[in-house]
């Protein structure tokens, strides 16, 4: 571990937004650490960094999992370098009206987009505050800032998710860790935007879904940004969403 090693941590490094976050920062030559809850579908991800010149390690691990979260973060921070950046990319969106939703489900979505967003990001924040620098990001969605018909348990996660991020902020600020919230709403170039929602994907011809590349190249701005003119929430939407 060289002395200029950063890291960067993506929890939820899926093929779309969470991959194109970590092949960002690795581009700027920052390791990138992605996880998700099976490891070996990080494989192409982490074959693409290295095919591009950077460095990569992949984790299997369940951000729900206090022990979990432990050891990764200590195992990082050990053997890699510090973690400079870290983003939290847990989405959960499971549709479903309010008189069907069952408490496990419910329960479950909160657990993955909002209480595993506060484990990982207390973990970190632990280690940042002793260096006195870092970046906490957490994706959030239109559901953190209004509920909508079939949405309840989506939304109360990203509502909470929100609030974690606003307090972290505030709390945060003035030890010199920037703390943001990006509001990604709108469709992404995904398979399964194109698989499922042909009609909505063929609006990619004019720009009307987002380019995960498009969404990193945000996330490494608000990485960079001076402490004078920090960003707490940044909305990322493609013209033509209603909002």
Known sequence: MAEQDKVVLVIGAGDATGGAIAKRFAREGYIACVTRRDAAKLQPLLD???AEGGRAHGF????????DVAT?????????????????????????????????????????????GF??????????????????????????????AGFAAFATAKHGLRALAQSMARE??????????????GAIDTAF????????????????????????DS????????RDAWTFE?????????W
């Not at 299997?60 to 022990?67: F, H, I, K, P, T």
């Not at 053997?79 to 008189?99: H, R």
């Not at 030890?175 to 709403?185: L, S």
Request: charged fraction near 25%.
């Open 48 to 50: 693409e960094i290295h």
């Open 60 to 67: 299997g691990s369940d951000a729900r999992s206090e022990e």
């Open 72 to 116: 990764l973060i200590e195992t990082i921070e050990r053997d890699i370098g510090p973690i400079e950046a870290f983003v939290f990319n847990i989405g959960a969106n499971v549709p479903c009206s309010i008189l069907d939703e069952t408490p496990r489900k419910f329960y479950k979505i909160w657990e993955m987009a909002c209480f595993a």
């Open 119 to 148: 484990l990982t990001a207390q973990a970190v924040a632990r280690r940042m505050v002793t260096r006195e620098r870092g970046s906490i990001i957490f994706t959030g969605a239109t559901a953190g800032t209004r509920g909508a």
């Open 172 to 185: 945060l600020g003035p030890r010199n860790i920037h703390v943001a919230h990006a509001v990604v709403d």
């Open 193 to 216: 935007i194109r698989d499922n929602f042909p009609e909505r994907y063929a609006q990619k011809d004019q720009d009307g879904i987002l380019d995960p590349a498009h969404i990193a």
């Open 219 to 226: 996330y490494w701005f608000l990485h960079a940004q001076p």
């Open 234 to 242: 940044l909305d990322l939407r493609p013209w033509i969403e209603r």
